[in-house]
């Protein structure tokens, strides 16, 4: 998954790439504008329609790969979530993870992100096309 906003806050997307590792095959991307956002929303807002696209398929294991250091380590207990905006996504992304038999969320260097980081940059492109007059 990949969440960015242009300005923080400012114009924001988020992005996410279901991929079967065995058959290294791209099952569903997704996406989307998300309005005025930080990147730290963005990128929460990533990993939960990543994990509600995941549910769908119900796979016997996950893994949630992300470029953004602060969520992995606050999903995984290392950080505390102290500010309160993130708070509710924290809390979905750990009711969404409880469909899942066997799931982990690791941190990726955004060099290697480069797929879900070009669908993002698309949707910001996308969203911040004036409207023909």
Same mark, same amino acid.
């Given at each position: 998954t990949d969440g960015g906003s242009r300005g923080n806050p400012g114009q924001a997307a988020i992005a996410c790439i279901l991929e079967d590792p065995e058959r290294g095959e791209v099952i569903r991307e997704h996406y989307e504008c998300i309005g005025i956002e930080t990147n730290n929303v963005a990128e929460y807002r990533a990993l939960v329609e990543g994990l509600r696209l995941a549910r769908r398929y119900h796979p016997n294991r996950l893994i949630c790969h992300l470029d953004s250091e602060l969520i992995v380590k606050q999903i995984n207990g290392e950080y505390r979530v102290k500010m309160s905006t993130l708070r509710p996504f924290f809390d979905e992304i750990k009711e969404l993870s409880s469909a899942f038999p066997d799931i982990s969320f690791v941190y990726i260097p955004r060099e290697d992100n480069f797929r879900a980081d070009a669908l993002?940059? %698309?949707? &910001?492109? &996308?969203?911040?096309? +004036? +409207? %023909?007059?």
């Amino acid at each position: 998954t990949d969440g960015g906003s242009r300005g923080n806050p400012g114009q924001a997307a988020i992005a996410c790439i279901l991929e079967d590792p065995e058959r290294g095959e791209v099952i569903r991307e997704h996406y989307e504008c998300i309005g005025i956002e930080t990147n730290n929303v963005a990128e929460y807002r990533a990993l939960v329609e990543g994990l509600r696209l995941a549910r769908r398929y119900h796979p016997n294991r996950l893994i949630c790969h992300l470029d953004s250091e602060l969520i992995v380590k606050q999903i995984n207990g290392e950080y505390r979530v102290k500010m309160s905006t993130l708070r509710p996504f924290f809390d979905e992304i750990k009711e969404l993870s409880s469909a899942f038999p066997d799931i982990s969320f690791v941190y990726i260097p955004r060099e290697d992100n480069f797929r879900a980081d070009a669908l993002v940059n %698309k949707a &910001l492109d &996308l969203c911040t096309i +004036p +409207p %023909k007059s």
